[in-house]
DNA sequence: GTCCTATTATTGTCCTAGACAAACATGAAC
DNA sequence: GTTCATGTTTGTCTAGGACAATAATAGGAC
């Protein structure tokens, strides 16, 4: 008889639904339906959390919260039919589609150590650069996709993160160690906790000689101003991941650009940017490609600047 | 005239402060004051999210809201004097702490090249233990106290961490992959982002040949518990930081405990744990050593179980 | 049928204002 | 000086209302 419940807070941590949306759902769609403790304080069921959290991931894929609430939650869980994504999954060789297979399914049967090894094996034998660019990021968006279709749990994501980021982090700390120009701030805005990307182009752009400066994700527009200042960087470059709101990128980037001093530019890339407008004083980069080709542009223009 | 201004969203994000915090600071204490849009929103000033920002430091030192509130801007930027803090700052070697003061300046002088060399350089001297337990651990407590002080700005702790971070990992890859038991799982709780502290432990773990599941920061309790589970580990380790409010503890550790199979032991740590309670079913680990001392009693105990 | 536009429905986030428990400080009693 | 009771401070929860932005639908033109 383990009932475990949860408190608004709780639950909004567990299923990343805001305080308010919740309150919301409750009085709007009758679900959920929490109990109460002797305060009057919403007390939810474990079950109801769970179905939360589905409800959430189907949301996500582009379902629509009126439906989903009116409905059982067996036809809930019949119902995960992929609905969205535009995507392009483009095919690879077959050699790398068979290794990124192979990936997927070490990660789906736990297997940490084989997934890191094979890894480790495809980057000495790829170099960095195509490693990045053929097996990391086919790989992030297959296990992207495989999440939103629930065939991944969130901790198979997690630890998938986690272990691809070991492997690229060391990648790049064997590099010799960069002392020109341009110097690049990596990071992400608050609410963006995904770094994969950022530390993709990270690779490509130490490849390349750049100075490259990761600050980690989620820092705070304030103190992304003052990093860029105090280190002197000539680009701060931010990711924005898939499951970033789109709407929320905009005035996220317009308020950055304000806070940064003039003279430093703001490169942002990463799968959010898709479908984001053109902003004045932003930099969109919409692949691996567009980061490379933009560094390109800026030493030569850079190097031309300071001869003159 | 560059006036920038936030809305209540943005400035929870900067601050840490919740919404609900800062419109019950607005009514009691007058302060924040922000202006409002057309529709009727605050807008946070630049300077007024400023100075929450150190209030917010102020009051993680143990200073008191009301007072700070009812403070000029000016008074605050003379307050800050260190107040609480109990925390021993056990002096080390002189050797020891020579190095550990030429990093700090190497943060403080944001040069990551020369920093992460040094550490590197510890690390072959001292071994990865060693290093651990006398390098990075000391060196964790004085860039927090920095922070406390305002001697260090938040993205210098960030630089700090991230590239700390790098070093710890890169040690951690180039041990051999275990294979052995214990399988200990290693994360946080959705509030805890810090996993310095973690990688410490796994580090320290992996040398003693346990096999380590890192699932990064921030995992959702529902989570932590499917993927023990499904990863059939026999520990979960979870760390808090100081800088986590340990009344929020026991109630992570219950309800984690409560979701958690019984036969999988639940260790938590960290100098966030320094004054929590026992609790049934939770093993306290107040510090590095008494992480291994576990470990060690873990296999001892173990192994004889085998046996029988 | 397809495309574009105007209208309507849906949905999340903000708002005000009140209540209360837990944490903290203060002072009395020992 | 220490312990205990009392009072103050503080964060988080509650309720219900409002509205702008987004998405779906209907209506017309071709």
Redesign the pocket.
Same mark, same amino acid.
């Given at each position: 008889m383990n009932k475990i419940s949860f +408190? !608004?807070?709780s639950v909004e941590k567990e299923t990343g639904l805001?305080?308010? +949306?919740l #309150?919301?759902?409750e *009085?709007r769609y009758g679900f959920p339906a929490p109990e109460r403790d002797g305060?009057?304080? *919403?007390l939810y069921p474990a079950d109801q959390v769970e179905r939360l959290r589905l409800i959430k991931r189907l !949301?996500d894929q582009g379902h *629509?919260?009126? #439906?989903l609430m009116a409905m059982s939650p067996e036809a809930l869980q019949t119902l995960p039919t992929r609905h969205l994504q535009v995507a392009t999954t483009r095919d690879a060789t077959t050699d790398e589609a068979r290794e990124i297979g192979d990936c997927l399914a070490l990660i789906k049967d736990h297997d940490a150590a084989a997934f890191q090894q094979n890894l480790q094996q495809s980057l000495a034998r790829q170099g960095l650069g195509r490693f990045v660019t053929d097996t990391v990021a086919p790989l992030t968006r297959r296990v992207g996709e495989a999440w939103e279709d629930g065939r991944f749990a969130v901790f198979e994501e997690h630890l998938f993160t986690e272990l691809t980021k070991r492997v690229l982090r060391q990648a790049i700390a064997s590099l010799p160690p960069a002392t020109g120009r341009p110097r690049i701030l990596l990071t992400s805005v608050p609410d963006e906790p995904h770094v994969l990307g950022l530390l993709m182009v990270e690779a490509l752009f130490a490849l390349e000689g750049a100075q490259c400066i990761p600050l980690g994700p989620q820092v705070p527009l304030l103190d992304i101003a003052q990093a860029a200042t105090a280190h002197q960087a000539d680009i701060v470059a931010l990711s924005f991941s898939s499951a970033f709101p789109a #709407?929320r990128v905009p005035p996220a980037l317009f308020q950055l650009r304000e806070l940064l001093p003039a003279d430093i530019a703001l490169w942002a890339g990463g799968e959010g940017m898709q479908h984001v407008a053109q902003q004045e004083g932003v930099n969109r980069l919409f692949s691996l490609k567009d980061g490379l080709d933009a560094l390109g542009l800026w030493t030569a223009t850079n190097s031309e600047a300071k001869k003159a």
């Open positions: +408190t !608004i807070a805001s305080k308010d +949306t #309150r919301m759902w *009085r305060v009057g304080d *919403r !949301i *629509r919260p009126g #439906r #709407r």
